[in-house]
């Protein structure tokens, strides 16, 4: 776990973009929470995803993908993601149980991750299932956030949907963690 830790894999440019998005978070509550601006909200929300996307691309073309970062970027996403869901607790009741289904589905997720990181040495990176529930979370939240006005039924369906894919992107994490649990690490495919 040294490596981990090591100067070369904190201080990279998609780590720093990851950090940018952290650093986003508040404000995106106080336009949202504070100065009830759901465009200036969106706009945030949109510019946060966007360094998302381009610290990935960075962090493969230029060879930079690392340890640290396989941790630091999901923990942007689902920080952006759970601020959201704790935004739109003013405004939609049901999502309690969405913020619900979330925390329980992360911290299953970071503590076998921690125990995997433990046992391989080893951070495993995103899957395109995970990749699939953060483009659907964002969309539907901002669809939320956009239009205020939104019927109650077409709102709880989303919110609904939202569950369903958390839920299902959660039990394919599951599955394929487990899998790497119980494998020696000489076993692993590199």
């Not at 483009?135 to 205020?148: D, E, G, H, K, Q």
Request: some cysteine.
């Amino acid at each position: 776990m040294k490596r981990f830790f090591a100067r070369k894999q904190i201080l990279t440019i998609p780590n720093l973009l990851s950090v940018v998005r952290i650093a986003l978070i508040p404000l995106i509550v106080w336009l949202y929470s504070v100065e009830k601006n759901y465009h200036a909200s969106i706009c945030v929300i949109l510019l946060s995803a966007a360094t998302d996307i381009v610290d990935g691309f960075i962090a493969r073309r230029f060879n930079m993908i690392s340890d640290f970062g396989k941790a630091l970027d999901p923990l942007a996403d689902k920080l952006t993601q759970a601020t959201l869901l704790i935004c739109l607790l003013s405004k939609y009741e049901l999502m309690w149980g969405l913020l619900a289904v979330f925390g329980i589905c992360e911290i299953t997720k970071l503590t076998l991750g921690i125990i995997i990181a433990k046992k391989h040495d080893e951070v495993n990176g995103a899957k395109w299932y995970g990749k699939a529930n953060t483009v659907i979370i964002y969309t539907i939240m901002m669809a939320l956030i956009l239009f205020p006005q939104m019927k109650d039924t077409l709102a709880t369906a989303l919110i609904l949907l939202c569950g369903a894919v958390m839920i299902a992107a959660h039990v394919l994490y599951f599955v394929s963690l487990g899998k790497i649990l119980y494998i020696r690490k000489d076993e692993r495919r590199i």
